[in-house]
C-alpha cells in the first residue's frame, strides 16, 4: 500500500468529523430566528417578530433538512472516493509479472514527468520513490 492510499482512511475520517460536527452546530435562521442543531430536530429557540413572514417553526425544520442533507452527501461522497482511491490500486502489469525492473519504466511512459512520483506500486518497492 502506498503512502497516499495509507493517508486516504485518515482524510476520510476527517471529512466524516466534520459532517458530523457541521450538523451539530446550532444556527439563525434569516439572521431573526436562533435554532438548535440540526441533528436535535432544528426546533426554534426564539420566535420571530410579529410582522415577518417566517415562520420559525418550519423555516427552521427546513434550513436544519438541508443542512443534514449536505452533511449526509459530504460523508457518502467522501466514503465513496476514499473507497475507490482504495480499491483502484493503480498496479502495473510488469509489477504484476514480478518483472521489478521495468514497473518504474510503466508508470513514466504512461504518465511522463508527472508519474516520478508514482513509481512502482509493488509491496517491495514502498520504500522506492
Known sequence: MTNQQK??????LFILALALVWSLIPFRFANVVDCEAPLFGAQPKSDAPPTSFIDPKVDCLAKGKSRLSVSAV???VAVLAGTAMLSLQPTSKPCLN???DSCREWWL???GG???GLSCQCDCHAGVV
Open 7 to 12: 493517508a486516504v482512511p485518515f482524510v476520510v
Open 74 to 76: 459530504a460523508a457518502f
Open 98 to 100: 514480478g518483472d521489478h
Open 109 to 111: 511512459g504512461a504518465l
Open 114 to 116: 508527472a508519474g516520478s
